[in-house]
Every structure is written in structure tokens, then in C-alpha cells.
């Protein structure tokens, strides 16, 4: 079955640090979702790329769809306390049925 | 315009009862996915339904577990007979179209005795 790489599960930073994440697939995906979740609540989407190398942007986080669609990546610029929570990306594959398959996510936490 | 909607927030059972836990999608969403999240754990997909119809349940044990998406009302993900290793938190999801971006709920945190 579908692969979902995301690496290491566990990241701890000192407020003010970047931070970059990254999430592979065994496949070529038509889209990549990212989610946030915060402890002791639900998924929040973050932002969906479609197109290969698409690249966009969200005040400090930067996400980027590698040119194979087969990975994506996370940046945080200078982390802060509210960046805190477990980032998953959901993976779809091409004519998979809309189904996302998720990754077991990377838990950031921050240092003030 | 309310988000997706799911209650209990908190469910406990003894084992052998049946668990029943709902979903609302958001207005205007046809879509409906269930996932299962154990601690630490990330968000395992069970299933995807659209309207009155099953389009994906690959996630889905084979026995005991069971899921509806009824004309009128909310979407029902049934446990019958719960065991010990049913005890996570599940959690539905909606979208209006397909690939679109999915609203989750705050879940159901269920607990078996």
C-alpha cells in the first residue's frame, strides 16, 4: 500500500529557530494537504498544493511540492509558541477515490 | 456557519455494548470520512462515504465496525460488541467536493471499560 515517510516524529526547538519538515511518498500524489493539530484537539487544514514544484506561502510557513509530486516540504521562519502541535500531511494519489492517507505526523515543540 | 459537528465528545462503554457515534458535516458537504487516531499516533483512514453510499471502506476492520451516511441526518460510525483496542479517538471529516480540503470535528474520545 501507500507509503507516508514523514520523519523524524518528534522535533523540539528554541523559540526564534527555523524549522523544516518534510513528508515523502512511496507514489506520485495529485495533491498534498497539510494539517496542524493543536494537543487535545482536531486537525486543521493548512494548505493544499496541487501543481509540481508549487510553492506557497503563509506568513512564516512556507510550504513547497517537490517537481516529482512525490514530496513536500514545511519551513517555519522563527518559530514562536503558537507554532506548538503536530503537523500531518495527508497524501491523495492519483484516482484514489479522493482518500487521503495520512502520515504519523511531526510533533513540534518550542522552547521559549 | 457551523463546522462539522460530532457528539458524544466523549463516549465510555464496557465491553460486548455498542458504541454509536455521530457526524454533521458542514452545510453544503456531501463528503464524509472517518479516521481513527490512537496517541501518538497519526490519523488512520476508515472510511469515505457520500450520500446514502459507501465509496471507500478499506480502512475499516471487517467485522464489528460499520458506517452510514443516511439521506436525512447525520452520518453513524457503529462499534458493536467494543473491545479494549477500540478505546481511541475517532474523528469525521467533510469536504463539498472531492479532493477539496477536509473540516474536521473536535472527535469522539472513546473509552472502554
Known amino acids: 500500500g501507500q507509503q507516508v515517510m514523514q520523519i523524524p516524529q518528534y522535533q523540539h526547538v528554541q523559540e526564534g529557530e527555523d524549522f523544516t519538515t518534510y513528508c515523502n511518498s512511496s507514489t506520485t500524489l495529485s495533491n498534498i494537504q497539510w494539517y496542524k493539530q493543536r494537543p487535545g484537539g482536531h486537525p486543521v487544514f493548512l494548505i493544499q498544493?496541487?501543481?509540481?514544484?508549487e510553492v506557497k506561502k503563509q506568513k512564516r510557513l512556507t510550504f513547497q511540492f517537490g517537481e516529482a509530486k512525490k514530496n513536500s516540504s514545511l519551513h517555519i521562519t522563527a518559530t514562536q509558541t503558537t507554532d506548538v502541535g503536530t503537523y500531518f500531511c495527508?497524501?491523495?494519489?492519483?484516482?484514489?477515490?479522493?482518500?487521503?492517507?495520512f502520515g504519523k505526523g511531526i510533533t513540534l515543540s518550542v522552547r521559549p | 456557519n457551523a463546522g462539522v459537528m460530532q457528539n458524544p465528545r466523549h463516549l465510555v462503554r464496557r465491553r460486548g455494548q455498542e458504541a454509536r457515534l455521530r457526524c454533521s458535516p458542514m452545510?453544503?458537504?456531501?463528503?464524509v470520512y472517518w479516521y481513527r487516531q490512537l496517541p501518538e499516533e497519526g490519523l488512520k483512514f476508515m472510511v469515505y462515504l457520500q450520500k446514502e453510499n459507501i465509496i471507500d471502506e478499506s480502512g475499516m476492520p471487517k467485522e464489528r465496525f460499520s458506517a452510514e451516511f443516511p439521506k436525512e441526518g447525520p452520518s453513524i460510525l457503529r462499534i458493536q460488541q467494543v473491545v479494549r483496542g477500540d478505546s481511541a479517538a475517532y474523528f469525521c471529516a467533510s469536504s463539498p467536493q472531492v479532493s477539496e480540503p477536509q473540516h474536521f470535528g473536535d472527535g469522539t474520545r472513546l473509552s472502554i471499560l
Open positions: 452545510k453544503g458537504h456531501s463528503h
Open positions: 498544493l496541487v501543481k509540481s514544484g
Open positions: 495527508g497524501q491523495e494519489v492519483t484516482g484514489a477515490n479522493s482518500k487521503l492517507t
